[in-house]
């Protein structure tokens, strides 16, 4: 049942914010009210996972329990009001790596590196399974093509949404190291190649039914972040010029964006168990990839101080690009309040036309499967609240 929060917010119109006659819900992605994809995962279907990588559950039987819990998400979020309706991603056990392993070329090792991920009380470790290219990269599938079609059987109301990875991050953990230069020897030849599957996934992807797509990218809102930049320069990237080449690369991958897809992308910096990697506002990157990047959305993270000020999207374009404010935090289990949440939107206007804004979380509840430090209640808490407010401030 959607969350009721009437009785514990100030009245509609109480915020300076004010809906305009001219403003209505969007009829194209993204929507008013959105969500980044990743929900927390149902126990049984996290104990199935469990029972399945222990051979105690049979790859067919797992399956029908994603079925299930991912129909019940489905119904979940229309029934909230949200338009986009993703499945969760609970067939996945990381955001990203579940898509860039189906890539042919591609060999998954486990790395030998910890990555520091940062939360209020201190930091955590967290090893994760790794990639090598090890042959010329190629389509052998669509990838995410059968849970797509599925999504698709069980959105009854709304659109179905797919995210996956952006080409950047192929190489961004390791740099161009991770790449055989025997396979490759001008990394021109293999940012080709990428682009190239890209095209053809997003193309075999619209061929199936799928009109919203968002890329997942680390590295725009990591390369903010001055350490960011010169672990990319220890790993053989561009410290200066890094978000350029990795816009170039998102701009080949979508060059041929077939008619009538929405391409969306959401800028990260890092979700793991409630916990970051990067810190900093947009500021670095934020003219060249408003002005540059072919998308037609941005999904930003603006959920407390790591994300800095709304001054960068003085850069936006005016009637170009739609600003989807990650405001809510999905990394809190506390629920924001709407006047905090509005003054915030109002804050944002100062720079970008309200009718080019939207609302969000900041980022998925699970980027991972074991997901953040929150209830399935209080999630779902969140993503009513983003609804009755888009509601209340735009008019819908």
């Known amino acids: 049942m959607p969350h009721k929060s009437a009785d514990k917010f100030p009245a509609p119109g109480s915020n300076p914010i004010v809906p305009k006659e001219s403003m209505s819900e969007a009829q194209t992605p993204p929507f008013r009210a959105d969500h980044v994809g990743s929900l927390l995962r149902p126990k049984d279907l996290l104990r199935a996972r469990e029972e399945a990588r222990a051979g105690h559950l049979a790859t067919a039987a797992l399956r029908q329990i994603e079925d299930a819990a991912i129909r019940d998400a489905a119904r979940m979020q229309a029934g909230l009001g949200l338009r986009g309706v993703t499945d969760g991603e609970f067939r996945r056990g990381s955001w990203h790596m579940d898509f860039l392993y189906q890539f042919g070329g591609v060999s998954k090792i486990q790395d030998t590196v910890d990555i520091q991920f940062h939360n209020e009380k201190g930091d955590i470790e967290f090893r994760p399974s790794a990639l090598r290219v090890t042959g010329k990269l190629t389509l052998d599938q669509t990838i995410f093509g059968a849970e797509f079609q599925f999504l698709r059987s069980a959105v009854e109301t709304g659109t179905p949404k797919l995210t996956i990875p952006s080409p950047s991050m192929m190489t961004y953990r390791g740099g161009n190291d991770v790449i055989d230069r025997a396979i490759y020897p001008d990394i021109e030849e293999f940012r080709h190649d990428l682009a190239r599957v890209y095209r053809e996934e997003i193309a075999a992807l619209a061929k199936?039914?799928?009109?919203?797509?968002?890329?997942?990218?680390?590295?725009?809102?990591?390369?903010?972040?001055?350490?960011?930049?010169?672990?990319?320069?220890?790993?053989?990237?561009?410290?200066?010029?890094?978000?350029?080449?990795?816009?170039?690369?998102?701009?080949?991958?979508?060059?041929?964006?077939?008619?009538?897809?929405?391409?969306?992308?959401?800028?990260?910096?890092?979700?793991?168990?409630?916990?970051?990697?990067?810190?900093?506002?947009?500021?670095?990157?934020?003219?060249?990839?408003?002005?540059?990047?072919?998308?037609?959305?941005?999904?930003?993270?603006?959920?407390?101080?790591?994300?800095?000020?709304?001054?960068?999207?003085?850069?936006?374009?005016?009637?170009?690009?739609?600003?989807?404010?990650g405001i809510v935090s999905s990394k809190k289990s506390a629920l924001e309040t709407k006047d905090e949440v509005r003054r915030r939107v109002d804050e944002a206007a100062k720079y970008v036309a309200l009718d080019q804004l939207c609302l969000s979380p900041q980022c998925g509840f699970a980027s991972t499967e074991l997901g953040n430090a929150l209830g399935i209640e209080q999630q779902n808490a969140k993503l009513n609240l983003i609804v009755e407010l888009a509601r209340e401030i735009w008019g819908t």
Request: one cysteine or more; aromatic letters at 12%.
């Open 208 to 325: 199936l039914g799928c009109t919203y797509l968002q890329l997942d990218d680390t590295s725009f809102a990591y390369l903010n972040d001055p350490t960011q930049r010169d672990y990319v320069a220890a790993h053989g990237g561009d410290r200066d010029n890094q978000h350029l080449v990795n816009i170039g690369l998102v701009n080949a991958a979508v060059a041929n964006k077939p008619a009538g897809m929405t391409i969306c992308v959401h800028m990260c910096r890092g979700n793991h168990r409630s916990s970051w990697v990067a810190s900093g506002g947009y500021d670095y990157v934020a003219d060249a990839v408003f002005n540059r990047l072919d998308v037609d959305g941005y999904f930003l993270e603006y959920d407390d101080e790591r994300s800095g000020g709304f001054a960068p999207l003085r850069f936006v374009p005016k009637g170009k690009t739609k600003i989807v404010l």
